[in-house]
C-alpha cells in the first residue's frame, strides 16, 4: 500500500492538524523569532556542559567513523550520521536537566526537539540544500515548542505511565518531515509511525528506579523521530487510524480510552511562554530552591536549630520530585526536592550539577540528609490551579522554617522563579548562562550571543553558521 493510496481511510483529525499546522502556520510574531534564537543557544550551552558526562555513549557507532557531509557534534571532533547526531545532541541537551521547560498536565523540555531539529538542519544544508537557513530551523522549533506544549497543556501522559518524551517524538517528526521535504501526506504517515511506535515507560524517572536514562530519553526520541521520517520518505507507508483504531488504537491501548485535548489551536503560545532553567535543578524545585535561597543566610550557622521545614508546593511536584530514603545516583538526587533544598541552605548558593554527581561533598554530607528527615512536603491546592492556569503563570512553593525553641519563621514563597518568562531579568540572566556554559569550549560565547540576535542573522545558511560554532572551538572532547 503506497502513501497515496486513495482507498486508506482519512488520517485521524489531530494528525492532520498537526501537518496542517507545520504546513499552513506563517509565524509573524517577532517574540517568537526571538525567543527561538535563545532556544537555539541555550540548548548549545546545555550541550556543552553536558560533555563530559555523556563521553562514554557520545560518538559514531563503528569508531573513528566520519560521515561525508555529516553533523559535526559541537565541542568535540565527531562527525556523525543524521540519526546518531540526533541521539547525541538530544542526550547532550538534557542530560544535565538544565536547559528548559513548559507546565501543564504533563511536564516536558521543548528544546529536547532541537536535537533533531538542528543535525537535520545541517545535514540536508552540507548535502546541497542551498535554501535551508537558520530561519528555517527557527521555525522548526517555534512549531515543536508548539506542537509539544499544546499537548501538554491538557494530557497527561505520566497518569498511564508513559514518558513526556513522547511528545519530542511526534513534535519532532512532524518538523523533520517539512525539513526533510516530504509531502503533506508523507508527513501524516511519519506523524503516524511516531503514534505507533512503542512509548518509552515513566519508570526510568519515578523512585525507586530513577536512573540516567532520564537524561538521554530525549536523544532516543529524536533519533527515533528522524528515523521515522527516513523511513516513511524510503516509501514506508503510515497508519491513517493509529489514534482511533478500536481496541488496536493508541487511544484504547495506551491511553485508557480517553482522547486528546487539545485546548487553543496550534500558534506560537509555547515558544512565547517556555521557562529557561536558570538553576541546575528539576523545574518544579527551583522555586523551593529560591526561597530556601532567600533564608539561607537568616539561617547561617543556625541551622543545627532547625526542627522542621515545611514545604508547600504544587501536585506536580508531589508527583516528581517528593522522595525519601536513600538516593542511589545523580539523577536520583536532581529529581529531589528535599536533597536541593538542604544544599542550597547549606551551600547558601545555588545548586549547580556537580552537587548532584556521586562524588559531590554533598552526597555523602551527613548534614544533608538530617535536613532531609526534618521536611515535609504537602499539595497546596491553591498552587496546583495556578500552575495548571496559563493566565496565572505560576509555578510556586514556600518554604516554613520552624525553630527548635518553637519560633516560626516567616515563610518565603516564591511563585515565578528564577527563568520565568515573565521576569524581566529572564533574558539577560540566560546571555550569562550561555557565556559561562559555552565559555569552557567556545571563544568568544557572548559574541555569538550578540551575533546571532542581530536583525539579519537568521538567513544564515545552516552549514555556515554550525561552521562558526566549530571555528569557535578551542577545546574538544
Known amino acids: 500500500m503506497s502513501s497515496n493510496d486513495n482507498s486508506r481511510p482519512p488520517f485521524d483529525a489531530v494528525i492532520q492538524a498537526i501537518t496542517d499546522y507545520v504546513f499552513d502556520y506563517e509565524v509573524t510574531s517577532e517574540k517568537a523569532w526571538t525567543r527561538a534564537r535563545i532556544a537555539v543557544l541555550d540548548s548549545l550551552g546545555c550541550a556543552i556542559e553536558s560533555l563530559p558526562s555523556c563521553a562514554s555513549f557520545i560518538g559514531p557507532v563503528v569508531k573513528g567513523?566520519?560521515?561525508?557531509?555529516?553533523?559535526?557534534l559541537p565541542g568535540t571532533s565527531y562527525v556523525l550520521d543524521p540519526v546518531k547526531a540526533a541521539f547525541d545532541y538530544g542526550a547532550l541537551i538534557r542530560y544535565?536537566?538544565?536547559?528548559?521547560?513548559y507546565p501543564g498536565a504533563e511536564w516536558g523540555h521543548p528544546s529536547d526537539n532541537i536535537g533533531a531539529i538542528l543535525p537535520v538542519a545541517d545535514w540536508l544544508s552540507r548535502e546541497g540544500n542551498d535554501d535551508i537557513t537558520m530561519k528555517d530551523v527557527l521555525e522548526a522549533i517555534i512549531k515543536a515548542y508548539e506542537i509539544q506544549g499544546i499537548f501538554q497543556a491538557k494530557n497527561a501522559f505520566n497518569e498511564v505511565g508513559i514518558d513526556?518524551?513522547?511528545l519530542v517524538k511526534i513534535a519532532a517528526t512532524a518538523v523533520v518531515s517539512k525539513l526533510m521535504g516530504l509531502t503533506r501526506e508523507q508527513t501524516n504517515d511519519a506523524v503516524s509511525q511516531a503514534w505507533a511506535d512503542g512509548q518509552p515507560l515513566r519508570v526510568y524517572r519515578q523512585s525507586p528506579n530513577t536512573s540516567?536514562?532520564?537524561g538521554w530519553a530525549a536523544g532516543d526520541a529524536c533519533m527515533r523521530a528522524v528515523h521515522n521520517v527516513l523511513m516513511t520518505k524510503s516509501g514506508q507507508p503510515g497508519y491513517p487510524t493509529v489514534l482511533t483504531a478500536p481496541k488496536w488504537g493508541f487511544y484504547d491501548t495506551s491511553f485508557g480510552g480517553k482522547t486528546f485535548e487539545l485546548p487553543k489551536p496550534f500558534r506560537t503560545h509555547v515558544i512565547e511562554h517556555f521557562f529557561i532553567k536558570l538553576v541546575a535543578a528539576e523545574g518544579h524545585g527551583i522555586a523551593a530552591v529560591e526561597a530556601a535561597l532567600l533564608l539561607a543566610e537568616r539561617l547561617a550557622g543556625r541551622l543545627d536549630e532547625v526542627r522542621a521545614v515545611r514545604i508547600r508546593t504544587q501536585r506536580p511536584a508531589m508527583r516528581i520530585i517528593d522522595k525519601r530514603g536513600p538516593l542511589h545516583n545523580a539523577a536520583d538526587r536532581d529529581h529531589c526536592m528535599r536533597y536541593m533544598v538542604a544544599v542550597t541552605l547549606l551551600k547558601r548558593d545555588w545548586p549547580d550539577v556537580g552537587d548532584y554527581a556521586d562524588g559531590s561533598p554533598w552526597a555523602r554530607d551527613?548534614?544533608?540528609?538530617?535536613l532531609r528527615a526534618k521536611m515535609t512536603m504537602e499539595e497546596d491546592p491553591q498552587m496546583t490551579a495556578d500552575y495548571m492556569n496559563p493566565a496565572a503563570g505560576?509555578?510556586?512553593s514556600a518554604l516554613q522554617v520552624t525553630m527548635a525553641d518553637g519560633t516560626v519563621l516567616e515563610e518565603v514563597l516564591v511563585e515565578r522563579p528564577i527563568g520565568h518568562p515573565w521576569r524581566a531579568d529572564t533574558t539577560e540572566r540566560a546571555k550569562a548562562k550561555f557565556v559561562e556554559l559555552a565559555g569552557a569550549v567556545l571563544e568568544d560565547p557572548a559574541g555569538l550571543w550578540d551575533?546571532?540576535?542581530q536583525a539579519g542573522w537568521a538567513n544564515i545558511k545552516v552549514r555556515d553558521w554550525m561552521d562558526q560554532v566549530t571555528r569557535r572551538t578551542k577545546a574538544r572532547l
Open 96 to 101: 544535565l536537566d538544565h536547559s528548559d521547560a
Open 65 to 72: 567513523t566520519v560521515v561525508p557531509n555529516g553533523f559535526p
Open 366 to 370: 551527613p548534614r544533608v540528609d538530617a
Open 164 to 166: 513526556h518524551v513522547i
Open 212 to 214: 540516567p536514562r532520564k
Open 394 to 396: 505560576k509555578c510556586a
Open 451 to 453: 551575533e546571532t540576535m
